[in-house]
């Protein structure tokens, strides 16, 4: 602009007639004019490859994301589940569970320990009685003082609810008067509140509100419990939640493939591959666009790439990992054994019959074509996952270590002598419980005697203990021995015990509302830990050591066995870490074992107080161990113990960046576990990659910045543009530098033809003037 500012000032100082701008301009562009030419058409060329291969690659990234879940075997392992009636019982997957049916019954809800003090104050800043208030909830008690500085009705309430004493206390204003509630902060039959040392409590004593109880279900006819109303674990992979209880009905539990699912996704990976290879062939076309399809945005790219070998290789690629057989595999091993084939027009299409075929009687198999998978010839060895660095193959593996629990046994147990216990069937109706109906009656054989037939008193009684009473006076009476009845709120059943000698029922008759059926019910010899408490310092899988106590009192091994079990999981540091054990009692004496396996799996007893007679007295402890072993490749072995999972040590993850032999290992990201079985060889896992997991790959390296095909032309591309930017601007300059030339000598040119000019005028004056003289 600058140039063309000083041309028109030169040209209006000269008087000139002749366009020095103009021509400079038209100079100039002729000098670059050939270049030029030749690089834009380079740079259309490139931008126009350019822009295709971004439309080409944002497609079959697009075409990929319907491959996520054919490729691998979650979408096959997904389950329907249903209820008959989900405002009994609700059910969900919460894994992989087994398909099939299940009859459910929900017997009995779970609950929390309520209790209600009976003493009335006439407010909340009453005083209440000063002492030592212990609190036990579930065989764990703690202690609170009460003293001048809090003994009144709201400071008991403060101290109980600020602290973690496993109960939440309230105070209830009934009428005016105030009475203070106590629940437990867990449900279930563990969570039994006792409460003791105020003299308050002590005299006036406590109304129970609420019952600690169990959730109770029947599962084709087994019956099981859990403190909540969910349950996670008693069906692998469901989760089973109880929402009202229904005596007189059972419910379906239905467990079947997503079948609808898997077909859908089948179908829609086959429309997405056709539309993805109609778009290549658009990209790759030399047809001639009329005149509206070329306007048409439909048509942006087409023919782009026409001629293009990286868009033959890329068909090819893809195509030819969708074709053959999958020889790690048997029968169906091919797209066609699953009902997919391709037409003449390289389209794929679907016989739906073969496909759901499969989809019902060979599920797995239908996965094995599609995705990733292992398959083993060992029941106890399962592969569980892989990564995208995990190759096909056949892998030998050999275990010298199996995954073990941390287990602590104690020493031999002591029995009272002569004191046996019997107890009868969980109580399912806490309600029908209290009724004894009319010929209810049972056979009893006490110290071993002939049986006697026993009848008891038809009647509807106000608690348990009350018929607990009754049927302890029926039997006494009609025997003429002396044994004690009494209803075990933590264990959710009547128990008969005898302090002289065995017990033992049979031939129940309509008595199942107090937990007995018609079968046999043999006693059980007692161990005495009446005289204190029984306490140890216990810490599982790394939990901070705490303190457990169980009450004092007489108890069978499997009685025991539970009390020891709930005083250890329900300790504060032991759930919040995740930890819990089980108690046996094989042998006659008790095992303690983490329920988790491996190296992170520990159990610790130590400083036990009056647990002889249960055989603990010596501090005990425990480490689980990993599972050890190695698998081997084509190119050599490779350990697993490194490789093992810190939470769980039956599970293998091999590292994606294992090698053997200074080599990627072909094994890495394989994922598995060894439950159990022997050590020695296991057998093969078999590695195979199903047609989607191919195509994934295939996508995967040719899109790959780290020498894929379509990003590697993409980078050459970029770097041309760059590399045509970068000329276009020396064109440019080049241009400036001739326009600025042509201006300076068209300038002196129009200099000298102005100086010719006035020249010639003064010539002409001169002998103009000349002749007139």
Do not use: C, W
Not at 253 to 259: E, H, K, P, R, W
Not at 613 to 630: E, R
């Amino acid at each position: 602009m600058a140039n063309e500012i000083g041309t028109t000032l030169l040209n209006s100082l000269t008087n000139s007639t002749f366009d020095i701008g103009n021509m400079a301009k038209v100079l100039a562009e002729a000098g670059v004019a050939s270049p030029r030419a030749t690089l834009e058409t380079k740079e259309t060329k490139a931008n126009t490859e350019l822009s295709a291969l971004n439309y080409l690659q944002s497609n079959v990234e697009a075409f990929q994301s319907y491959l996520g879940n054919l490729s691998t075997p979650t979408l096959f392992q997904g389950r329907a589940v249903t209820s008959s009636d989900d405002s009994v019982i609700s059910v969900q997957s919460n894994g992989v569970p087994v398909t099939g049916s299940y009859q459910v019954q929900s017997l009995q809800l779970a609950q929390a320990h309520t209790l209600v003090a009976n003493k009335s104050y006439s407010s909340t800043s009453d005083i209440i009685s000063m002492g030592t208030l212990s609190i036990g909830v579930g065989g764990q008690t703690q202690n609170i003082v009460i003293d001048n500085s809090n003994n009144t009705l709201e400071g008991l309430q403060n101290i109980i609810n600020n602290g973690d004493y496993g109960v939440n206390a309230s105070i209830i204003n009934n009428g005016g008067n105030y009475q203070l509630m106590f629940s437990s902060k867990q449900a279930g039959a563990a969570s039994e509140i006792t409460l003791s040392g105020l003299a308050d409590f002590d005299t006036n004593g406590f109304t129970t509100t609420s019952e600690a109880q169990d959730a109770l279900m029947s599962i084709n006819g087994l019956v099981v419990s859990n403190n909540s109303n969910t349950f996670d674990d008693v069906i692998d992979g469901l989760q089973i939640s109880l929402k009202s209880v229904s005596l007189q009905s059972t419910q379906s539990l239905s467990v079947s493939s997503d079948s609808e699912t898997i077909s859908n996704t089948v179908l829609d990976f086959v429309d997405v591959y056709n539309q993805l290879d109609t778009i290549l062939d658009d990209l790759g076309s030399y047809k001639e666009l009329t005149e509206d399809e070329a306007a048409s945005e439909d048509y942006a790219f087409f023919g782009d790439l026409a001629g293009s070998s990286l868009l033959r290789d890329l068909k090819g690629q893809i195509r030819d990992s969708l074709s053959g057989a999958i020889s790690q595999l048997t029968d169906p091993n091919t797209l066609a054994a699953a009902g997919l084939s391709f037409d003449l027009e390289g389209k794929l299409s679907v016989d739906t019959t073969t496909l759901n075929n499969l989809i019902t009687n060979n599920l797995d198999g239908l996965a094995n074509v599609f995705a990733k998978s292992g398959q083993t010839t060992d029941p106890l060895m399962n592969v569980t996952g892989s990564s995208d660095k995990t190759q096909a193959g056949s892998y030998a593996v050999n275990i010298s270590q199996l995954a073990e629990k941390a287990t602590v046994v104690g020493g031999a147990t002591t029995f009272a002598a002569n004191e046996y216990r019997l107890a009868g069937g969980v109580v399912y109706d806490p309600v029908q419980a209290l009724n004894i109906e009319s010929g209810a009656g049972f056979q009893i054989s006490i110290n071993g005697g002939v049986a006697t037939q026993v009848n008891f008193t038809q009647g509807s009684y106000a608690t348990k203990d009350l018929v607990a009473a009754q049927i302890q006076s029926d039997i006494n009476t009609q025997t003429g021995q002396a044994v004690s009845v009494a209803y075990d709120p933590s264990q959710g059943r009547f128990e008969i015990t005898n302090t002289t000698g065995t017990v033992d029922v049979s031939s129940a008759t309509l008595l199942g509302n107090q937990g007995f059926n018609s079968g046999s019910y043999a006693s059980e010899q007692l161990m005495d830990l009446s005289g204190a408490a029984v306490s140890f310092d216990v810490s599982i899988d790394g939990s901070i050591a705490t303190q457990a106590t169980i009450s004092a009192g007489k108890y069978t091994l499997n009685e025991f066995a539970e009390r020891m079990r709930t005083s250890i999981n329900n300790l504060s540091e032991t759930s919040s870490s995740g930890a819990s054990v089980s108690v046996s009692t094989e042998g006659g004496v008790f095992s303690v074992v983490s329920n988790r396996y491996g190296v992170s799996s520990d159990v610790t007893l130590s400083n036990f107080s009056n647990a002889t007679n249960a055989g603990f007295s010596a501090d005990l402890s425990d480490q689980g161990q990993n599972v050890d072993g190695t698998i081997t490749t084509a190119a050599g072995t490779l350990s697993l113990g490194a490789y093992a999972d810190s939470e769980d040590g039956r599970k293998i993850k091999i590292s994606d960046y294992a090698v053997i032999a200074s080599e990627p290992a072909d094994v890495r990201g394989l994922e598995f576990q060894i439950l159990g079985g022997t050590t020695g060889s296991r057998g093969d896992i078999v590695f195979s990659q199903g047609f989607a997991s191919r195509v994934n790959e295939t996508i995967n390296n040719l899109l790959s910045d780290d020498n894929g095909l379509v990003s590697d032309r993409i980078d050459s591309l970029t770097n041309k543009l760059s590399d045509y930017e970068e000329k276009t601007t020396k064109l440019d300059a080049r241009y400036e530098t001739l326009l600025l030339k042509y201006q300076l000598q068209f300038s002196s040119l129009q200099s000298l033809l102005s100086s010719s000019q006035q020249t010639s005028d003064f010539l002409t004056a001169t002998f103009s003037n000349n002749n007139n003289n």
